[in-house]
Every structure is written in structure tokens, then in C-alpha cells.
């Protein structure tokens, strides 16, 4: 499973800048391509005109086009990433026979890395070790992060739930109980009596709407 968080400002600081000769942006090994006015992007807030989210978006969407690709998918902990230009992510002038495979829509490198640092480096393995408040999957800010996140919030109001005294009202000195077996049958039944009293909340007004409807019909 993986994490998804939104970056506060003081969160979305480049922990390792630079990874093998490709920039580290927000958490995220990316092309020595990816152009300057897209290398320190903010996430607009929930509160802003739709536009302005929107832009905000688009801004991070087309900077996805410049993040390292994947090889295979990512564990919670370890990301296989190839080489953009052997991908066929960004043309680059080291590999001038790969340039035909480029996506026209990604910026031509211009070459001169070091052997075996940037676009000439094949394969390489990114760890959450290298940034651990960052590490997440889709990559953040994009639209698919964004609709990943859509649903950790109604996660989180489910916890709410959970916690709140109109719920099972959930307490942190309540359990005297070890172990994730024992646990999770605590929070099913927990879960349980939440979904019952959401149940019984519909049904009560159900029944009040249709005795007022009862009495004014009398
Ligand atoms: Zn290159």
C-alpha cells in the first residue's frame, strides 16, 4: 500500500538534489531535461479558484512527463527507474540513435553526462531511504496522485468517525489489547457498530419523516 500525503511548504524541500546526474524534485528522481519553470511547483490550495487548481495540475502533469520512468511496479519502499532517453522519454544528444524513439512533447537533452550518470545510466534503484517524507506513488500534485488522495480522504473520515462521540467514540488509553490480529477484530466490530448507527441515524429519520407526514395527513 502506498502513502499518500499532501507536501506542506516546508515539506516539499529536495532532500537529495541530485541522484546519479537527474534532479530530485519532490521526492522524485527527474530528467537533467525537465525545464526550470517546472522544477519547484506548488500545489494550489483546496480553497483556490478551480482555475487556479486546475493550472496547478496541469503544471505537475507536465511535469510527470519528465520523471524517471518506471521499470515494473514499485514496491512501498523500492522504485526500479530507467534511463527517460532509453524509454523514449526525452531524445538526448549522447544517444543520437535513440532520438527518432523521443516524445516530441519532452525537451531534447543536450547531452555531455559523465559515463554512467544521467540519461546514460540505464537502470537505477530509488529507495524511500533517499527521501522518506516524500516518497509516494503516483507522483505528487498530478492528476492521478490527486485522485488517489480523493480517496484517503474519505478514509480519513471514516477515522473520524470511528473517533468521534457520534460514532464507537474511540479512545487512544481504550485498548488493552496487543497484536494486529486482536486489533483489527476490535476495529471490525468498531466498523461494525459505526455502520450500524449510520443505519439506525437514516432509519430514525425515516421514521419521524413519515409519522410528521402520518400526522399532517390526519
Ligand atoms: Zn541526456
Redesign the pocket.
Known sequence: MWVHFDLKSHKAETHVADYHGYPVLDGWPHS??TPTALRQLTRAPLNAPLAERIASRDAFDRRALYALPLNGRPTTTLARLQSP?LRGR?G???LPDLLHLADPAVRT?R?G?PPGT??LRENLTWSSSKSPRLWQWPLYGTTEWERVYNQRGAVERSYAHLKSAAGPGLRRDEFRLRGLGKLTVVILADVIASNLGKIYNVATADHELHHRQHDWAA
Open positions: 537533467p531535461v532517453a526525452n538526448c544528444l549522447d537533452c547531452g553526462h544521467g540519461c
